[in-house]
């Protein structure tokens, strides 16, 4: 044989191989991606099941599981089921839980400043425009900030505004700041220091937990969230006096959490999906809250005989003047806290300029159609 019939062979026998070897890639290929299945995440919330709360956790991932086809699936237990509902932040970061949905006032005791994602009077900010803020006033910035400096292996998102919550469920209707006084109290986050400083003793709770305490006479009164959580929990059972509107969580969000190593893991695509559900996620809540709040608030007056009273303006006052001297001391302990006060009034000053100037107040459209001098509508 010839050398140049010598390295033609040798071509061919080099073609054939690479050839061999690409087929059995494209063949192999499909069966490499059909065995790795969906990636599955194990999530809790820190919610009882029966709680609106955990449903909108369950709305939350019904939206990533259905627009990732089912390529991402995630299962939400609820408060308890693997780690207590202050224990959630632990659980994510250390890759116990995959992931959870909760608020960030919860891991008050790890960072005081994150509490201000939620405790306050958002410096007259609603839940909205605190969101606003966070997307994109530096506040995403700050919470990633936060979370390092406690060691925190997290991605949060924020989401979900929150209407203004009640000032609580009393024995008697609360008529001035003396009543506080001695006042065997719950609450959670910078509310804690608001309410102590109002007079009341406080304890904070979980959720699950309020109604039996105040059953049990461990609790004066409380607070919680909103007409729906608060009649599915049974408030109604142990109060028949609520007080609407407050200054001590005027403007809270949840939070949706992901392990970060989990989460860094995952194709772009679905972490896209992702980002993009939670903004889904949020304005259908809002819109949830409006229909379920409002039917829940009607038939705790018709049906479960609760009385609602206006918090007197002289306790709104008084609970601004002791956030004030809250936010003054932890901003002199903690930077961190200062920088994100600092930003927070930076944002809230042009924003709330712009809503009081533009937005109507409705109060007046609301007693033309429905107020007691208003004319029948057929």
């Not at 979900?160 to 000032?167: E, K, S, V």
């Not at 002199?332 to 109507?360: G, Y």
Request: glycine share 8%; hydrophobic share 40%.
């Amino acid at each position: 044989m010839t050398k140049s019939n010598k390295d033609s062979t040798s071509s061919r026998r080099r073609f054939l191989k690479v050839a061999a070897a690409g087929a059995a890639a494209s063949v192999a290929a499909p069966t490499i991606v059909s065995a790795q299945g969906p990636i599955n995440m194990r999530w809790q919330s820190t919610w009882p099941a029966k709680d609106i709360f955990h449903e909108y956790a369950l709305d939350y991932a019904k939206k990533v599981n259905d627009m990732t086809g089912g390529d991402l699936k995630i299962e939400v237990l609820p408060a308890g089921a693997v780690v207590p509902a202050f224990g959630l932040l632990d659980a994510v970061s250390k890759g116990t839980l995959d992931g959870g949905h909760g608020v960030l006032v919860y891991h008050y005791g790890k960072q005081t400043a994150l509490a201000l994602w939620g405790s306050g009077p958002g410096y007259a900010m609603d839940a909205n425009m605190l969101l606003a803020w966070h997307k994109y006033g530096g506040g995403k910035e700050l919470l990633a900030k936060l979370y390092a400096s406690i060691g925190a292996n997290v991605v949060s998102f924020p989401y979900g505004p929150m209407p203004t919550q009640p000032l609580g469920w009393y024995k008697k209707p609360m008529t001035k700041v003396e009543d506080f006084q001695g006042l065997k109290f719950r609450t959670v986050g910078i509310s804690i220091d608001v309410f102590t400083g109002l007079g009341a003793a406080v304890n904070a709770l979980p959720g699950g937990e309020i109604v039996s305490a105040m059953d049990r006479g461990l609790l004066d009164a409380a607070e919680f969230n909103n007409a729906t959580s608060d009649r599915v929990l049974g408030f109604a059972d142990v109060s028949k006096i609520c007080m609407l509107q407050s200054y001590h969580q005027n403007a809270e969000q949840f939070e949706i959490m992901f392990n970060k190593t989990k989460f860094d893991a995952l194709p772009e695509k679905m972490k896209a999906i992702i980002a993009n559900a939670v903004e889904a996620a949020s304005q259908d809540m809002t819109w949830k809250a409006i229909d379920r709040y409002s039917k829940d608030y009607e038939e705790l007056q018709t049906k479960d005989k609760v009385k609602f009273y206006k918090t007197p303006d002289a306790i709104l006052q008084k609970q601004l003047e002791v956030y004030d001297q809250v936010v003054e001391k932890k901003s002199a302990e903690n930077p961190l806290f200062k920088e994100i006060v600092e930003s927070q009034l930076a944002f809230a000053k042009r924003a709330t300029q712009w809503e009081q100037d533009t937005v109507v107040n409705r109060r007046m459209a609301y007693n033309h159609y429905f107020g007691p001098n208003a004319k029948k509508k057929s």
